[in-house]
């Protein structure tokens, strides 16, 4: 394997990726209604998503290891010390950046934190992990990423937002589960192994692929009419529309037999974009 492949893989795996896209999607929701960065916070996001992206792979590997599907973590297991090791420092690093958040925030986190807790542990009330329940795996992917991202850089609750924040919200959260869907697709085989059902072990990979399709198109339909209607302005809407026709384009031409990298960089990269669009706009359209 060649070096630069060794470190794209790591990269992938270890969780740094996806931690750097969520933190810029949050980074997005600042810059969208121009609100003043928390820092601390983007920083937390970064490192939290790493931490536990790291762990779920480490787990996933273990499980799966010694059956049949354990050549789709080949990687995990050249590997698996490196990512430990990138992942004890994302720990360290996610335990410190906490307590500099405000109360506020702390606060704010606790759906999100009892959520990723109960998507990994059993609860006892119901002798299951929340994301063994039926069909509700990516519905509880997507309440965590729409909670960090979104609702508590915008005002922590949902109930206290305006029309504006709503509408931004509900837009993040549909795409979310856009985006998302084409990884249960990937992971039908795993999480049927790991006892998890989800909508492609009901409708097909082929239903599934076609409602992902219809909501990006829809997206994109729906930010044209906010566009007409003045309710974002012309860089704001450009943003989003370009990264829906990405999504698009990108979940368009996956196919099946999809290497787990484009899976990871291509699809988890899509929610850097709207924030590096975003500012490209603002570089371009500069005078000089």
């Given at each position: ?5 060794k ?36 920083i937390?996001t970064g ?7 790291g ?7 273990r499980?799966?290891k ?13 590997f698996?010390?490196?990512i430990?090791?990138l ?6 690093g ?11 925030i702390m606060?704010?986190?606790l ?13 006892p ?24 991202t ?10 206290f ?6 509408i931004?919200?509900?837009v993040?959260a ?10 249960d ?24 692929k ?5 909501i ?9 009419l906010?566009a ?8 704001e ?7 829906f026709?990405i ?7 996956l196919?099946?037999n ?9 699809l988890?990269g899509?929610?850097?974009?709207f924030?590096?669009v ?11």
């Amino acid at each position: 394997m060649k070096i630069w492949r060794k470190w794209f893989t790591l990269y992938i795996y270890s969780g740094i990726h996806i931690g750097l896209c969520v933190s810029l999607l949050t980074a997005y929701t600042y810059v969208f209604f121009q609100i003043d960065y928390e820092f601390d916070f983007l920083i937390f996001t970064g490192l939290a998503t790493w931490c536990i992206y790291g762990i779920h792979s480490l787990k996933g590997y273990r499980k799966v290891k010694d059956s049949h599907l354990a050549f789709k973590f080949k990687p995990l297991s050249d590997f698996a010390r490196p990512i430990m090791f990138l992942t004890a420092i994302a720990f360290t690093g996610t335990c410190i950046a906490f307590f500099t958040l405000s109360k506020e925030i702390m606060i704010g986190l606790l759906i999100p934190f009892a959520i990723s807790i109960g998507y990994v542990v059993e609860i006892p009330v119901i002798g299951k992990k929340l994301k063994e329940l039926p069909y509700v795996k990516i519905f509880l992917i997507v309440i965590v990423y729409v909670w960090v991202t979104a609702v508590i850089p915008l005002g922590i609750s949902p109930f206290f937002l305006g029309n504006d924040q709503m509408i931004f919200i509900f837009v993040i959260a549909l795409y979310v589960f856009g985006m998302a869907l084409p990884f249960d697709i990937r992971d039908e085989d795993f999480d049927y192994e790991s006892g998890v059902m989800t909508l492609v072990h009901v409708w097909g990979k082929e239903k599934v692929k076609t409602l992902s399709l219809r909501i990006l198109f829809f997206l994109i339909g729906f930010i044209l009419l906010m566009a007409y209607v003045g309710q974002w302005n012309f860089q704001e809407c450009f943003s989003l529309l370009a990264v829906f026709m990405i999504t698009l384009y990108t979940v368009f031409t996956l196919t099946e037999n999809a290497n787990d990298l484009y899976f990871s960089f291509c699809l988890d990269g899509t929610l850097a974009l709207f924030f590096i669009v975003y500012h490209s706009y603002t570089v371009f359209s500069t005078p000089g």
